[in-house]
DNA sequence: ACCTGAACACCGTTCAAGT
DNA sequence: ACCTGAACACCGTTCAAGT
């Protein structure tokens, strides 16, 4: 129904190029980087659950298995999609500021990029222990330079996990909404300030309470010693 | 290539039965509250993700477009699914304990049902503010006895939301896996402790985390005004 | 080496039809 | 009133084939 993209049609006649660029802009042959590149703007456009195999060759004006050449299959394009998405992120220097500031620099830094790539949160927080190992070993040096036990880090730098990466999901796209019947009393007080959830305010007080929380947990492993 | 179900054959020639039940155990008709059961019967074997429209009609043995009588389309289906999941949850008396205290029931026995429903965390944390309402109000009944203010009431609402419905996503099934090269130092070190993920640790930890973290966020609140 | 095309096993859902 | 069947527009992916 929609018109074609703007990409160029499938350039297979342009010339007897035999391999490598052509001349013009057109692409004789796909690559990893176009690949990637064509989901992100799927991504940052439509987000993560729009990105399907088929848009993406859509998108490519290729076949809709040409991608598999270069992609084992979608989960591999969701790894790739990921860290490019994370690329750029700088690791808080040691001597930058206490646990606490150098935590939150990072974080800051990937909740940046999470609204930029809407959806991309869900992919990122199921595979938590498999990829990014370099963004979670920076911040699980922060936790250990805070003082958590091995033990500690890993729980703590999981409780961020699931907060940063689930926060994106939370009251996202829908408006207010044709609300049901008449409201519960508190339910209804707390509501009149629903906005807030989608600005910083709701960001920071999040991530305060987290990194409040962690100090507290850090208080008591201590004293437990 | 399976066997079907051990459900009953399609029920339509037992008998001149016109209308209501048969004497024997079949179903001469579907129900709001069958399909919820069977829909529930999936959910806890294999989770939210494998919960279709099509394989809650194969579960049933009716065709699938039976169950488009009962429900309008899948989310309705989801938000019966939720609900039922979430049914008979108590919520605390208000002279049961101090703030804290009362929260940590309500949240305990949720997460209860959510590990019973395996992806049913996903479900909810979409809806959030659309349904569920009583169980919401509950907790921001608790928030207002602590003295939050009506906004910061909603803003810890939505962390705890987000921190306990993100919760189940987090180190699921996934085995250790063959994790690849060498690890990166403080990752490697954490590791360790891998398994403390799926226990009760992680649990704790989290959930004291969060509520730790709202009591600093409450003593800020105070000092601010 | 790189891509296409047809096919399979899935989805959710609409719409007309059967009893 | 309650359910079926065919159809449409999607998925991810396999496999054989084309250049």
């Not at 598999?68 to 690329?87: G, I, M, R, W």
């Not at 500021?97 to 830094?109: E, H, N, S, T, Y």
């Not at 805070?146 to 996202?172: D, E, K, M, Q």
Request: glycine fraction near 8%.
């Amino acid at each position: 129904m929609n018109r074609n993209s703007s990409a160029a049609e499938p350039p297979q006649g342009v010339g007897a190029v035999r391999a490598g660029r052509t001349p013009s802009g057109a692409n004789p042959t796909l690559s990893e980087a176009e690949i990637v590149a064509a989901a992100l703007r799927v991504v940052r456009v439509d987000g993560v659950d729009k990105l399907s195999m088929r848009r993406l060759s859509r998108e490519l004006g290729v076949s809709p298995m040409a991608p598999y050449y270069y992609v084992a299959d979608k989960s591999e394009l969701l790894d790739l999609v990921a860290t490019a998405a994370l690329a750029g992120i700088r690791i808080p220097e040691p001597e930058s500021g206490p646990w606490q500031v150098r935590l939150r620099a990072l974080i800051d830094q990937i909740d940046e990029k999470l609204r930029k790539h809407p959806g991309l949160g869900d992919v990122l927080i199921e595979q938590m222990l498999k990829k990014q190992l370099t963004l979670i070993d920076a911040a699980m040096e922060i936790l250990f330079d805070a003082g958590f036990s091995p033990r500690n880090v890993l729980t703590a730098y999981a409780t961020i996990h699931t907060y940063l990466f689930g926060r994106s999901r939370v009251v996202n796209d829908n408006g207010p909404g044709p609300l049901p019947q008449q409201l519960p009393k508190s339910f209804a007080r707390a509501m009149a300030h629903v906005d807030d959830l989608r600005g910083k305010y709701f960001y920071e007080f999040g991530i305060a309470t987290v990194i409040d929380g962690l100090e507290a947990q850090l208080v008591r492993q201590q004293s437990a010693k």
